[in-house]
C-alpha cells in the first residue's frame, strides 16, 4: 500500500503541469496509446504491445547527451497484436449472436501493459476513471461500462493490476501462464486464470530429453516468481532422472537486450559446451531479438521453447537460421473457428481508428504505412490476403489467443447467467439491463462452465484447475524467408505411464543439417566395455569412463555398473559379453600331455631295459659289487616313479587325485632310501676289508632292506594321516584362468603335502652328505661319486620346484610337477645305472674279476 499511495501522490503533482481545458476529463496523456470501441458493456484489455529500448551502445557512450535530450524508442512485441484481434473477433462474435447476449453490445477499451508496476498502475486507473483521466475514485463516465479486465500476460502484469482492481472488486481474467501463486482465493480472490496449469510441463521437457539423452542442458527463463518456481520444479524432476543443468541463466523482460546481456548468456553457452537450450518465459521473442540485433553463428544449437514466438523469423531477416530445427513444447489448445478468415481481412481500411493495426499490418503483410499523402498509403488499404506473408495463421489459433478468445466468451456466459437470473427476479421495467455492477459478476464466473471451440468444458472455478497437455512441433525454416511449424508429437499428462509421450523421430528436421539428433553430454558417452565413474565436485552427468574390472562387462552405453559374469563365464576382449568357459586339464590328447607321456613311457622302457640288462648279467663283478638286491629294488622304484607321472596326466577323478601324491611320495621315498642304502653300503663294503673290523657282519646282511622299509615306513605313515585327515580330491578352479575352467586336483593340505616333500628331501640330503664324504673311496668298489651327481640333480630339481609350482596355475602346475618326476627319476637312473650299463654293454672285458683286481691294485 505504501507504493500505491506513493503513486498516487506523484500522479497528483504530475496534473499540475498537465494542460487543462475546462475539466479534469480533458487531460491529455500522449505516452499512452489506446483503443476503445464503445458498447453497452466494456471490456478492458491489457496487452503488453510495446516495450522500452534498451540503449545497446557501450556504456562510455551513454553518458555523451542530456537525459532530456535522448530519445525513447519502442520495440513492438507482434505476438499480442494477435491476442488483441482474438479479442475483437470475440467481441464481433458475440454482439452478432442473437442468442447469446441479445440487446447488448459489448465494447472494448485496449491498453498497452508496461512492465513497471508504476505504469501498469497507471493505466489502470486510466480505465478505472475514463479514457484519458488519472485521478483516483474519480470517473469521467456518467455511467460506468466497464465490467472486467483481460490481461495478465505475466504474473507480475496480473499482481500489479490486482492489487488496484480488488480495490474496487473488479474482476481480472489472467489469460497468461498459470501460476500457482495466483490461484490462491484468499490473497486474490478477483483473479481468474484461464490457462490449464503447467504443472507436468517439467515432466514433458524430461521425457523429450530422456528420449534423445540429452542430459547436459542449459535453462533460459524470464526473471519472475512464476519463472523461478518452473526451473525449481524443472531442476528437481531433472535430477531425478540423472540430467544435468549445464547453466542457468535468467532474463529480465522489462527491456529489449543490450549487448551485455548478449556477452553474457553468449559466453555461458560456449563455456558450458552444451548443444541443447530450454528457453521458457513470458520474454517476448527474447531470443529472436537477440539474434537480430547480434547475429552470430557460433550458437546455432538445439532450442526448445515453450512458444514459437520466443525464436519465430523476423521480417526482413533473411538467412536467419540460428532457431532452424527447434523443438517448441507447448500447451493444447483449440482452434478458433474463422479466426483465420477473420485475419486475412485485417487491414486499416477495416479499422481506421485503430493506432495499433498500422505497426501489425507493416509486420504481417510487409506494407510500409507511411502516408504519401494526406490520406493516402504508400500501398493499398485494401492489400490482397492473396499477396500477405501471415506466417503462423494455422499456429495463431493454438497459442494464446485462443486464451483470449475463451476469456471474452467466459465473460458473455456470465453476463447470460447473470440476466437471466435477473429476469427471473425482476421485471422488465424495474432497471435498465445493461447497468452491471462489477463485483456482482463474481459469482457467475466462479461457476460458469462453457464449451470451447473443441467441445472442451471451459471451467474458471480455482478449485477446478485442469491440467495442461502438450504438443510438440518443430520448427524449420527455408531459404525463401519462410517457416513452418511441423507437429512431431505430442504428451498428455492424463493418459498412462508409457502411453503419455510420443515423438515421431523421423519426422523431425535437426539443426546444422544433421539427419540425426544432436548429441548434448557434459563428457563423453561411456560405449559397452566401459563404466561411469563419477568426477569428484563435478555433477553426476559429469563422468570419465573407466574400463570394466576383470570379471565384468556391460554391454550398455553409460553404465554405472558393469556386470559381473558367472563363473563358468569369462569377458571377452572388449569386455563387451560373457563367453563361456572352456574345461580344461592337462590331457594326453594335447601336445604337451602327450610328450610327458611320451618321455614317461620311454624311460620307463629305458629302467626296464636296464633291468634286464642287470638280471641278465647278474653274475658279473659290477652288478654284484654294490648289492645287487638294492640295484634292482632301485631300478623297481624307479619303474614306478615313471609310471606314476602318468596319474598326473588325463582328466582327474577322485581315485587318481586320491593316488598321484601318495604313489610319488611312497615311490621317491624308496628309490631315495635305497640309493642311501647304497650309499652306506659301499662305506660298510670299504671298511669291512680292513683287518678286524666288525662292519663284516652287515655286509650281505638284510639290514639294507630293514632301513629301506623303516624309511619308506614313515613316509607312508605320513600318507595315511594325509588321507585321513584331509585327502586331495577333484576341483573345478574357475578363477585361476579367465578364459577356461580348470579341471585339477586339491591336495586338500598342503601342509601335509610340503611335509612329504620335506621327509623326501631329507633323506636326499643325507644321502647327498654320506655320498659326497665317501666319494674318494677305491674305484673298484666305489659307487658314491656317481650317487653324489644323482642327489646333486635330485635336489636341484625339487629346489627348484617349489617357487615353480607355487607361481603357476593350471595344468601348467601339473605339468611343473611331471617335469620334475620325470628329470629327477631319470638322473638318478642316468647317474648311477648308465656307466654301469656302458661297461656291460659296450666294454665287457673290464666286467670281469681279474680286471677289477688289477685296477683295484692299480
Same mark, same amino acid.
Given at each position: 500500500?505504501?507504493?500505491?499511495?506513493?503513486?498516487?501522490?506523484?500522479?497528483?503533482?504530475?496534473?499540475?503541469?498537465?494542460?487543462?481545458?475546462?475539466?479534469?476529463?480533458?487531460?491529455?496523456?500522449?505516452?499512452?496509446?489506446? =483503443?476503445?470501441?464503445?458498447?453497452?458493456?466494456?471490456?478492458?484489455?491489457?496487452?503488453?504491445?510495446?516495450?522500452?529500448?534498451?540503449?545497446?551502445?557501450?556504456?562510455?557512450?551513454?553518458?555523451?547527451?542530456?537525459?532530456?535530450?535522448?530519445?525513447?524508442?519502442?520495440?513492438?512485441?507482434?505476438?499480442? =497484436? =494477435?491476442?488483441?484481434?482474438?479479442?475483437?473477433?470475440?467481441?464481433?462474435?458475440?454482439?452478432?449472436?442473437?442468442?447469446?447476449?441479445?440487446?447488448?453490445?459489448?465494447?472494448?477499451?485496449?491498453?498497452?501493459?508496461?512492465?513497471?508496476d508504476e505504469r501498469t498502475l497507471e493505466s489502470s486507473l486510466l480505465w478505472l476513471s475514463g479514457q484519458r483521466q488519472t485521478i483516483p475514485n474519480y470517473n469521467c463516465e456518467r455511467q460506468s461500462k466497464s465490467i472486467v479486465v483481460i490481461g495478465g500476460a505475466t504474473s507480475e502484469l496480473t499482481v500489479s493490476m490486482g492489487n488496484l482492481l480488488e480495490l474496487y472488486k473488479f474482476p481480472q481474467i489472467s489469460y497468461g501462464h498459470f501460476d500457482p501463486l495466483i490461484s490462491d482465493p484468499l490473497q486474490f480472490p478477483s483473479i481468474y486464470q484461464m490457462t490449464p496449469r503447467d504443472?507436468?510441463?517439467?515432466?514433458?521437457?524430461?521425457?523429450?530429453?530422456?528420449?534423445?539423452?540429452?542430459?547436459?542442458?542449459?535453462?533460459?527463463?524470464?526473471?519472475?516468481?512464476?519463472? @523461478?518456481? +518452473?526451473?525449481?520444479?524443472?531442476?528437481? @524432476?531433472?535430477?531425478?532422472? /540423472?540430467?544435468?543443468?549445464?547453466?542457468?541463466?535468467?532474463?529480465?523482460?522489462?527491456?529489449?537486450?543490450?549487448?551485455?546481456?548478449?556477452?553474457?548468456?553468449?559466453?555461458?553457452?560456449?563455456?558450458?559446451?552444451?548443444?541443447?537450450?530450454?528457453?521458457?518465459? /513470458?520474454?517476448?521473442?527474447?531470443?529472436?531479438?537477440?539474434?537480430?540485433?547480434?547475429?552470430?553463428?557460433?550458437?546455432?544449437?538445439?532450442?526448445?521453447?515453450?512458444?514459437?514466438?520466443?525464436?519465430?523469423?523476423?521480417?526482413?531477416?533473411? #538467412?536467419?537460421?540460428?532457431?532452424?530445427?527447434?523443438?517448441?513444447?507447448?500447451?493444447?489448445?483449440?482452434?478458433?473457428?474463422?479466426? #483465420?478468415?477473420?485475419?486475412?481481412?485485417?487491414?486499416?481500411?477495416?479499422?481506421?481508428?485503430?493506432?495499433?493495426?498500422?505497426?501489425?499490418?507493416?509486420?504481417?503483410?510487409?506494407?510500409?504505412?507511411?502516408?504519401?499523402?494526406?490520406?493516402?498509403?504508400?500501398?493499398?488499404?485494401?492489400?490482397?490476403?492473396?499477396?500477405?506473408?501471415?506466417?503462423?495463421?494455422?499456429?495463431?489459433?493454438?497459442?494464446?489467443?485462443?486464451?483470449?478468445?475463451?476469456?471474452?466468451?467466459?465473460?458473455?456466459?456470465?453476463?447470460?447467467?447473470?440476466?437471466?437470473?435477473?429476469?427471473?427476479?425482476?421485471?422488465?421495467?424495474?432497471?435498465?439491463?445493461?447497468?452491471?455492477?462489477?463485483?456482482?459478476?463474481?459469482?457467475?464466473?466462479?461457476?460458469?462452465?462453457?464449451?470451447?471451440?473443441?467441445?472442451?468444458?471451459?471451467?474458471? /472455478?480455482?478449485?477446478?484447475?485442469?491440467?495442461?497437455?502438450y504438443e510438440i512441433f518443430n520448427y524449420v525454416t527455408f531459404d525463401n524467408d519462410t517457416d513452418i511449424l511441423v507437429k512431431v508429437g505430442e504428451f498428455k499428462s492424463q493418459a498412462p505411464f508409457g502411453q503419455d509421450f510420443t515423438i515421431q523421430e523421423k519426422t523431425i528436421v535437426w539443426p546444422k543439417l544433421k539427419q540425426q539428433p544432436p548429441y548434448s553430454r557434459c563428457t563423453t558417452s561411456c560405449g559397452p566395455g566401459f563404466h561411469m565413474k563419477a568426477r569428484e565436485g563435478k555433477p553426476i552427468c559429469c563422468f570419465d569412463c573407466v574400463p570394466c574390472p576383470e570379471g565384468?562387462?556391460?554391454?550398455?552405453?553409460?553404465?554405472?555398473?558393469?556386470?559381473?559374469?558367472?563363473?563358468?563365464?569369462?569377458?571377452?576382449?572388449?569386455?563387451?559379453?560373457?563367453?563361456?568357459?572352456?574345461?580344461?586339464?592337462?590331457?594326453?590328447?594335447?601336445?604337451?600331455?602327450?610328450?610327458?607321456?611320451?618321455?614317461?613311457?620311454? +624311460? +620307463?622302457?629305458?629302467?626296464?631295459?636296464?633291468?634286464?640288462?642287470?638280471?641278465?648279467?647278474?653274475?658279473?663283478?659290477?652288478?654284484?659289487?654294490?648289492?645287487?638286491?638294492?640295484?634292482?629294488?632301485?631300478?623297481?622304484?624307479?619303474?614306478?616313479? +615313471?609310471?606314476?607321472?602318468?596319474?598326473?596326466?588325463?582328466?582327474?577323478?577322485?581315485?587318481?587325485?586320491?593316488?598321484?601324491?601318495?604313489?610319488?611320495?611312497?615311490?621317491?621315498?624308496?628309490?631315495?632310501?635305497?640309493?642311501?642304502?647304497?650309499?652306506?653300503?659301499?662305506?660298510?663294503?670299504?671298511?669291512a676289508t680292513r683287518p678286524g673290523s666288525r662292519n663284516r657282519k652287515w655286509v650281505g646282511s638284510r639290514a639294507p632292506i630293514y632301513v629301506i622299509l623303516f624309511c619308506t615306513l614313515i613316509q607312508g605313515i605320513l600318507c595315511g594321516i594325509w588321507l585321513l585327515l584331509s585327502p586331495p580330491f577333484p576341483e573345478a578352479d574357475a578363477h585361476s584362468d579367465r578364459e577356461h575352467i580348470i579341471l585339477q586336483c586339491n591336495e586338500g593340505s598342503l601342509i601335509a603335502f610340503y611335509f612329504v616333500l620335506g621327509y623326501m628331501g631329507l633323506l636326499a640330503l643325507g644321502s647327498f652328505i654320506?655320498?659326497?664324504?665317501?666319494?674318494?673311496?677305491?674305484?673298484?668298489?666305489?659307487?658314491?661319486?656317481?650317487?653324489?651327481?644323482?642327489?646333486?640333480?635330485?635336489?636341484?630339481?625339487?629346489?627348484?620346484?617349489?617357487?615353480?609350482?607355487?607361481?603357476?596355475?593350471? #595344468?601348467?602346475?601339473?605339468?611343473?610337477?611331471?617335469?620334475?618326476?620325470?628329470?629327477?627319476?631319470?638322473?638318478?637312473?642316468?647317474?648311477?645305472?648308465?656307466?654301469?650299463?656302458?661297461?656291460?654293454?659296450?666294454?665287457?672285458?673290464?666286467?670281469?674279476?681279474?680286471?677289477?683286481?688289477?685296477?683295484?691294485?692299480?
Open positions: 500500500m505504501f507504493s500505491l499511495h506513493f503513486f498516487f501522490l506523484f500522479l497528483q503533482l504530475s496534473l499540475s503541469t498537465g494542460r487543462e481545458e475546462g475539466a479534469l476529463c480533458h487531460l491529455e496523456r500522449t505516452f499512452n496509446p489506446g =483503443y476503445y470501441r464503445d458498447g453497452d458493456l466494456v471490456i478492458g484489455g491489457f496487452f503488453p504491445l510495446f516495450i522500452h529500448k534498451f540503449d545497446s551502445n557501450p556504456y562510455w557512450k551513454r553518458f555523451e547527451h542530456h537525459p532530456r535530450e535522448i530519445k525513447r524508442e519502442f520495440q513492438w512485441l507482434f505476438k499480442y =497484436y =494477435y491476442q488483441v484481434l482474438a479479442l475483437i473477433f470475440a467481441v464481433e462474435e458475440i454482439n452478432k449472436d442473437p442468442n447469446l447476449l441479445p440487446n447488448i453490445t459489448l465494447g472494448f477499451h485496449i491498453y498497452n501493459a508496461y512492465h513497471s504443472t507436468s510441463l517439467p515432466l514433458a521437457l524430461v521425457k523429450l530429453m530422456l528420449h534423445f539423452k540429452w542430459t547436459w542442458v542449459g535453462l533460459i527463463a524470464s526473471d519472475d516468481t512464476r519463472d @523461478e518456481k +518452473f526451473l525449481r520444479d524443472l531442476q528437481e @524432476e531433472m535430477v531425478r532422472n /540423472d540430467i544435468c543443468v549445464a547453466f542457468v541463466q535468467k532474463i529480465w523482460i522489462g527491456q529489449s537486450w543490450s549487448y551485455e546481456m548478449f556477452v553474457v548468456l553468449l559466453n555461458n553457452i560456449l563455456a558450458s559446451k552444451t548443444n541443447v537450450i530450454v528457453a521458457y518465459g /513470458d520474454a517476448n521473442s527474447f531470443l529472436s531479438q537477440m539474434f537480430v540485433k547480434f547475429p552470430h553463428r557460433v550458437l546455432r544449437r538445439m532450442w526448445i521453447t515453450n512458444s514459437h514466438w520466443y525464436i519465430a523469423r523476423k521480417t526482413g531477416f533473411k #538467412k536467419f537460421f540460428i532457431f532452424h530445427g527447434a523443438l517448441i513444447v507447448s500447451q493444447q489448445t483449440s482452434k478458433i473457428p474463422g479466426f #483465420k478468415d477473420f485475419l486475412k481481412t485485417v487491414n486499416p481500411a477495416k479499422y481506421p481508428e485503430s493506432g495499433f493495426l498500422k505497426t501489425f499490418w507493416k509486420s504481417a503483410v510487409g506494407c510500409p504505412f507511411e502516408f504519401e499523402g494526406k490520406d493516402g498509403w504508400s500501398c493499398s488499404p485494401n492489400h490482397s490476403k492473396d499477396t500477405m506473408r501471415l506466417k503462423y495463421l494455422d499456429i495463431i489459433m493454438s497459442d494464446q489467443s485462443s486464451i483470449v478468445y475463451n476469456a471474452v466468451h467466459a465473460v458473455a456466459w456470465a453476463l447470460k447467467e447473470m440476466f437471466l437470473l435477473r429476469s427471473e427476479m425482476e421485471s422488465n421495467e424495474d432497471g435498465d439491463k445493461s447497468i452491471v455492477h462489477p463485483w456482482k459478476l463474481h459469482s457467475f464466473l466462479k461457476n460458469i462452465q462453457f464449451p470451447d471451440s473443441a467441445g472442451n468444458q471451459v471451467v474458471l /472455478d480455482k478449485k477446478m484447475d485442469s491440467v495442461a497437455s565384468y562387462i556391460s554391454n550398455n552405453t553409460d553404465t554405472d555398473q558393469c556386470k559381473k559374469c558367472f563363473e563358468d563365464q569369462y569377458p571377452n576382449k572388449e569386455r563387451t559379453q560373457c563367453l563361456p568357459k572352456m574345461e580344461t586339464f592337462l590331457a594326453y590328447e594335447e601336445p604337451l600331455g602327450m610328450t610327458l607321456a611320451s618321455i614317461a613311457i620311454c +624311460f +620307463f622302457l629305458l629302467t626296464a631295459l636296464v633291468l634286464w640288462v642287470f638280471i641278465k648279467h647278474q653274475n658279473t663283478p659290477i652288478v654284484k659289487a654294490n648289492n645287487r638286491d638294492l640295484s634292482y629294488l632301485l631300478l623297481v622304484s624307479l619303474i614306478f616313479c +615313471f609310471l606314476c607321472s602318468l596319474l598326473f596326466i588325463g582328466q582327474p577323478t577322485k581315485t587318481n587325485c586320491l593316488l598321484r601324491q601318495t604313489t610319488f611320495g611312497v615311490m621317491f621315498t624308496v628309490a631315495i632310501s635305497s640309493t642311501l642304502t647304497k650309499t652306506i653300503t659301499v662305506v660298510l663294503a670299504f671298511r654320506v655320498a659326497f664324504l665317501a666319494r674318494n673311496l677305491p674305484d673298484t668298489f666305489n659307487e658314491a661319486r656317481f650317487i653324489t651327481f644323482s642327489m646333486l640333480l635330485f635336489c636341484s630339481v625339487w629346489i627348484s620346484f617349489l617357487p615353480t609350482y607355487q607361481s603357476t596355475k593350471g #595344468k601348467m602346475m601339473v605339468a611343473v610337477e611331471v617335469f620334475c618326476i620325470l628329470s629327477s627319476s631319470t638322473g638318478l637312473l642316468g647317474c648311477i645305472f648308465i656307466p654301469k650299463c656302458y661297461v656291460i654293454l659296450l666294454k665287457p672285458q673290464r666286467n670281469i674279476k681279474k680286471t677289477l683286481k688289477k685296477n683295484s691294485n692299480s
